[in-house]
Structure formats: structure tokens, C-alpha cells
């Protein structure tokens, strides 16, 4: 059970494409969390090819939701991740979010860094974490970077790789209904029935506080599940053999789903349907796309 006598922990883990130029309920729901107009926000665009480009949409974005300081940091390698000046603007952030991109350049960048240390520092202080898409990734202390799409689970079509570790016990994957990763993420859970899987829509939010309650922000939802009673062959299956998975329990958690991670149970749910005009055109959710409409 989380240590709940310190600071309010609050995690911000979005599965990637929220939506920026509508409603942006999500990443409204972020600026909320750092402190609205008084939020001094930090964006790590390292995972991305464009991180400029990056920078400049959450900027905009974030600037037009009334958030009055934001600033950034990208670290070009390891090394630059000890550097003093990086974890001093941590240190001064109410939130810090982390991009999308290659969640593997993340962990070979920012892991066991005093960039990480700093981050961790940040959120147990009381800072929101967010992350999209591979930064959404990186919050697990066990984190997929990289893996076969499918719906069938099958032995080996995965790899894990050392996260932040923010969010113990989970095993966390993003764009998860769009890109197909239900087996994937079943069959890491099959092999660790110990932790939960936790597979992410875009355009969503889980809001985790504390490590134990989860609620969903967005326009899909939140899928996790519990493998710790299944039967499963994972010990025994071949290299790309479909996996035997019987008995894990399935939650389909959509916006006004309330879950305790501890329990793995339904806490409470209100019927919402904030989301119903934000638009599903992919095209939208594209980070140059956005640029364009947001310097419109």
C-alpha cells in the first residue's frame, strides 16, 4: 500500500495522439495538475526525432492553457543527463512532461541518471509526471521498448527494458487499441502474472495518485490486466508459439472509471461523455499538423 503521509504523488500517463487543437482534455487535465496559472512546466521532447518541433506544440499549447513558465530540456546523451543545470530545472518545476518518441533512447539517456534522480525527487515531492506515448512507457519500473503488435499473445514477442519506476507493479503500453497491442502486452503479464498489464489508448489519460488510484481522463480507455490467478504455458512455449493464457481478468476502463491498482478493482465509475465531439482524425493528432493549426 502506498505511503500516503507525504505529498499528493500524482502521474499523468497518456497513451499517445491526445488531442491538441480541440478540446484538449487531457493535457488540460496536466496543466491543471502542475498548478494552472501558477505551474511551472518543464518539457523533455528527448524520445522525439523532432524535438524542436515538440517543443514548440506543448508550448503553445500549454502557454494557451494558462500555464506562465514553461521551459525545456533535452539531454543529446548520457553524459548531459549529469548535468547540474538539468535536474536544477526539475527541481523548480510543479510539472514536468515527457514526450513521445523512442521510449528505448529514453532509458539509455535519462535511467539511472541524475537526470532520473531528479525526476523521481520532482514526483515524490509532490510535481506531476506526465508522459506520452514512449514517455508514457517510461514510467514503469519495467518498461516495453519495443515488440510485436497482434491481438494473440505470443512467447518472446516483446523486450523489457529498465523505466523510471514511478509505477510499481505495471507494465505500462500506449496507442494500445490502434496499433493492435493487446497480445503483446498479455503476453508480459503471462510471463509476469506478479504485474499488472496496463494498456493505453490515445487521446487518454490514466491519472494514477499515489501508485493506487487510477482514474481515466479522455476520449477511449484504459485497459489492464490481471494475470496473477491465470494458467499459463509461458514457461514452457517455444520462441513465437501462440501463448496459453486462461483465467486473467480483464478491465475495460473508460472516462469516469475509478480503479484501485492495489486490489486490481472497480472503485467507482460516473458515466461521461466529454469527449464525444473531440475529433478522430489521426491527421490532427500529428505533431507538424498541430503546429500548422495552432500558429493558425
Request: cysteine-free.
Amino acid at each position: 500500500m502506498a505511503d500516503i503521509s507525504g505529498p499528493r504523488r500524482s502521474l499523468l500517463i497518456i497513451g499517445g495522439a491526445e488531442d491538441k487543437v480541440g478540446r484538449v482534455t487531457v493535457l488540460r487535465r496536466f496543466v491543471r495538475l502542475a498548478g494552472g496559472r501558477k505551474s511551472r512546466i518543464v518539457i523533455i521532447p528527448t524520445a522525439s526525432s523532432v524535438p524542436d518541433e515538440v517543443i514548440d506544440v506543448y508550448r503553445t499549447i500549454f502557454t494557451r492553457l494558462g500555464a506562465p513558465e514553461v521551459t525545456s530540456i533535452n539531454p543529446s546523451n548520457r553524459l548531459a543527463s549529469s548535468d547540474p543545470a538539468l535536474a536544477e530545472a526539475i527541481d523548480s518545476a510543479t510539472g514536468v512532461f515527457i514526450s513521445g518518441g523512442n521510449q528505448l533512447k529514453l532509458s539509455q539517456l535519462i535511467v539511472g541518471t541524475p537526470l532520473g534522480e531528479a525526476l523521481e525527487t520532482a514526483y515524490q515531492r509532490g510535481s506531476v509526471i506526465a508522459g506520452t506515448s514512449a514517455g508514457a512507457s517510461m514510467m514503469s519500473q519495467f518498461m516495453i521498448s519495443m515488440g510485436d503488435e497482434g491481438v494473440t499473445p505470443r512467447q518472446r514477442s516483446s523486450q523489457l527494458t529498465a523505466g523510471l519506476g514511478l509505477l510499481p507493479g505495471v507494465i505500462v503500453d500506449q496507442h494500445f487499441d490502434q496499433r493492435a497491442r493487446y497480445g503483446r502486452l498479455l503476453s508480459l503479464v503471462a510471463g509476469s502474472p506478479n504485474l499488472l498489464g496496463m494498456g493505453i489508448d490515445e487521446d487518454t489519460a490514466a491519472e494514477v495518485t499515489d501508485e493506487r488510484e487510477l482514474s481515466v481522463v479522455g476520449s477511449g480507455a484504459v485497459f489492464v490486466v490481471d494475470a496473477r490467478a491465470a494458467t499459463t504455458d509461458a514457461h514452457l512455449a517455444k520462441r513465437d508459439a501462440p501463448l496459453l493464457v486462461s483465467g486473467a481478468i480483464v478491465h475495460t476502463l473508460p472516462y469516469g472509471a475509478v480503479f484501485d491498482l492495489d486490489t486490481a478493482q472497480l472503485t467507482d465509475f460516473v458515466e461521461r461523455y466529454a469527449d464525444s465531439a473531440v475529433t478522430s482524425s489521426k491527421d490532427r493528432h500529428d505533431t507538424a499538423t498541430a503546429a500548422a493549426a495552432l500558429h493558425h
